[in-house]
């Protein structure tokens, strides 16, 4: 069932030399989410993701590691980054690196363009260098070196030195889009997001922008400039333009036309580069701006960004093989407000799965398969008439359905699972009052008990339609053991804006037998 909309998401691209943590794989599962969502909904949908393979950093950790980087990226790619989207259970749709001739190509075509349109001219830069960023550092970004780099100037981000570099670059003009990009932000007030983030992105623009500084000739791990060969195209310039060369720009018309604009999901360390730079670049080029840019926040573990270089980098691997990437997804996504930073910790982690996965949606999903195996023989009784507390329910789902939805459109995704949630809560509660054991001991309650357990599988089915998204496994588990495959289709093709639409489980439909879909953790994690 199609929709005819089209919903085209996008992560970062990871750069490889990083090695992956959660921080990354937040990133990668709001994006999914989103994805699942949309195409769950009928939304012509499509996720990008993929990796940063340039750059001088590359160059000098495969030098040293005595390797081409071709051959290093190659390695990274297969051993960190495409293991990191199973070990989530992300379904991108399309995975793009740097290196790929289509994306090459397309580099070197935008870049023709520009020039040969004026907005590219040759000049000399003379600045601050931080490798780690692989830009320029205004000196406002820069801080006063301790330890072994007392006496030194170091990126404020990566605590490093900063190298002086002048050289002859190519610069884009990007100056003269300062008017444009103040118009957008004003005729479009959602193009970044949350508000936050617009305003100080805003702020930075009015305070004037300056030419950006495209090539590089120090080195030669990139994309050739294709009028001057002797330079490399900027690793952020190559990099931004993966999201348009993935989806065909200048070799596949229809398929770009069909995807772009893109909604990207970023972190806010790079909203700069996808808010200001990017579409500035895509301005200037004549083609569409992104729909949206939205900034999340940081994650936190004792108070500080999550990232290698400030060893608090926890690998996604060492959650998932405890709690499994269904309870990743779901912990991640639900307990920190999308767009603000938020903090991790075991004892939380192992707080909510307990409370919420394993003893609230588990243990109900368990308990209604149970019941209706025990009272009537596996097999889903007949819903009579509807009391006030059955017509309670099917309200409560319904609203949650049309909240969660609502929230998935403006990107509050915390704000969906909560929405979601409140059936959960209410179903519990349900079963604890209608005390379907009770009934069971008097034969002249029989309709009312198969109406209790009707109810209570039914929303269980919109249950899983909604989760689906977020855990896919436990609730593809929950789809086969309620018996739908056969009757209503694959889980993933349930639409879910319609999730709500009550009466969809057909009485005389086979349960069979549910294993526990978050299992107890025996071992505490400290
Ligand atoms: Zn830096």
Known sequence: MS?????YVTTPIFYVNDAPHIGHAYTEVATDFLARWHRQAGDDTWMLTGTDE?????????TANGVTPQEWADRLVEQSWKPLIETIDVANDDFIRTTDPRHEKAVQDFLQKLYDDGFIYAGEYEGFYCVGCEEYKLPNELADGTGQYE??????????????????????????????????????????????????????????????SISRSTFDW?????????????????????????????????????????????????????SVI???????????????????????VGGEKMSKSKLTGIAPTEITDTFGSDAFRYYFMRAITFGQDGSFSWEDLSARYQSELANGFGNLASRVVAMIERYFEGVVPPQGPASEADLAVQKVVADAAAAANAAVERLAIH?????IWTIVDELNGYITDMAPWQLSKDEANRERLGTVLYTAAEGLRALAVLLHPIMPKATEKLW??????????????????????????TAGTSVNGLEPLFPRIETPVA
Not at 201 to 207: A, N, S, V
Not at 415 to 419: G, I, N, P, W
């Open 415 to 419: 704000d969906s699972l909560s929405a």
């Open 278 to 300: 990017w579409p500035a670049m895509l301005m200037a080029a004549g083609l569409d701006v992104p729909r949206q840019v939205y900034g999340h926040g940081w994650l936190l």
């Open 222 to 274: 990139g994309v050739k400039v294709p009028w001057d060969e002797s330079h490399v195209v900027y690793v952020w310039f190559d990099a931004l333009l993966n999201y348009v060369t993935a989806v065909g720009y200048g070799q596949d018309d229809a398929n770009f036309d069909r995807r772009w604009p893109a909604t990207h999901i970023v972190g806010k360390d790079i909203l700069r580069f996808h």
């Open 480 to 505: 086969t053991a309620l018996g739908h495959r056969d009757v209503l289709g694959e889980l993933s093709a349930q639409p879910v804006r319609e999730a709500a639409t009550w009466g969809q489980l």
């Open 54 to 62: 340039h750059g001088q950093k590359i160059l000098r950790t495969a």
């Open 151 to 212: 006496g030194e100037k170091v990126c404020a981000i990566h605590s490093i030195p900063v190298e002086r570099l002048q050289e002859k670059n190519y610069f884009f003009r990007m100056s003269d889009f300062q008017e444009r990009l103040i118009e957008l932000y004003e005729s479009n007030p959602t193009f970044v997001q949350p508000d936050s983030a617009r305003n100080e992105m805003l702020q930075f623009i009015r305070q004037g922008l300056s030419d950006l």
């Open 3 to 7: 929709s005819g909309k089209s919903f």
